[in-house]
């Protein structure tokens, strides 16, 4: 069982910053592309940042700029580095990986969420 564990939420002010993290454990073969959701309130869950194991990076468009994905040196943790943070970044934000068990069976494991509160 893989789990993934995220931090680093939490409320701040517009133009400030957070920074999120996530580590996946359990019984695994390797981490392969890891990133981060979001889902606001009312809105389907959404892409902002994926990065592969060899470091390729990927940003949803309302985010080029402000925020920055990265992953450890450790290969099972992710972080996503949040500057001039807006209002409309206000959400739940959830860490993702795609992961390969030891019988080589791929699946998406997703963590629990972290709350993101952006005040104007």
């Known amino acids: 069982q893989v789990q993934l564990m995220e931090s680093g939420g939490g409320l701040v002010q517009a133009g400030g910053s957070l920074r999120l993290s996530c580590a996946a454990s359990g019984s695994m073969w390797s981490v392969n592309s890891m990133g981060w959701y979001r889902q606001a309130p009312g809105k389907q869950r959404e892409l902002v940042a994926t990065i592969t194991s060899g470091g390729t990076t990927n940003y949803a468009d309302a985010v080029k700029g402000r925020l920055t994905i990265s992953r450890g040196n450790a290969k099972n943790t992710v972080s996503l580095q949040m500057n001039n943070l807006k209002p409309e970044d206000t959400a739940v934000y959830y860490c993702?990986?795609?992961?390969?068990?030891?019988?080589?069976?791929?699946?998406?494991?997703w963590g629990q969420g972290t709350l993101v509160t952006v005040s104007s």
């Open positions: 993702n990986a795609y992961v390969r068990t030891w019988s080589f069976e791929t699946f998406d494991a």
